[in-house]
């Protein structure tokens, strides 16, 4: 089993930044892709960023060159981060980090970011 938590969400006004991280534990994820998702109220979840096992990233259209997505290399560490500039109102949302194993997905359970206009 793997369990995920994010931290760093938060309010902030537009033209702002803010950072999130996520923890694993349970399980290396040093060889599995890894990502962040959102979801803002009455929309469908969306992908925002993913990075893969040898540090590969993709980026949705909406985030590109604000948002950067990182992983630590130590798998002691076990840590994913999102690192957000130039934030917008329509980047509010609940965040959520996700690692995907050969046998599954696992979520952790979200951390709110609220850009302020």
């Known amino acids: 089993q793997m369990q995920l938590v994010e931290s760093g969400g938060g309010l902030v006004q537009a033209g702002g930044s803010l950072r999130l991280s996520c923890a694993a534990s349970?399980?290396?994820?040093?060889?599995?892709?890894m990502g962040w998702y959102r979801q803002a109220p009455g929309k469908e979840r969306e992908l925002v960023a993913v990075?893969?096992?040898?540090?590969?990233?993709?980026?949705a259209d909406s985030v590109q060159g604000r948002f950067t997505i990182s992983r630590t290399r130590d798998s002691a560490k076990n840590m994913v981060y999102l690192q957000m500039n130039s934030l917008k109102s329509e980047d509010t949302a609940v965040y959520y980090c996700y690692v995907r194993t050969i046998s599954r997905d696992f979520w952790g359970q979200g951390t709110q970011v609220t850009v302020s206009s």
């Open positions: 349970g399980r290396s994820i040093s060889s599995y892709g």
């Open positions: 990075i893969g096992n040898i540090g590969s990233t993709n980026y």
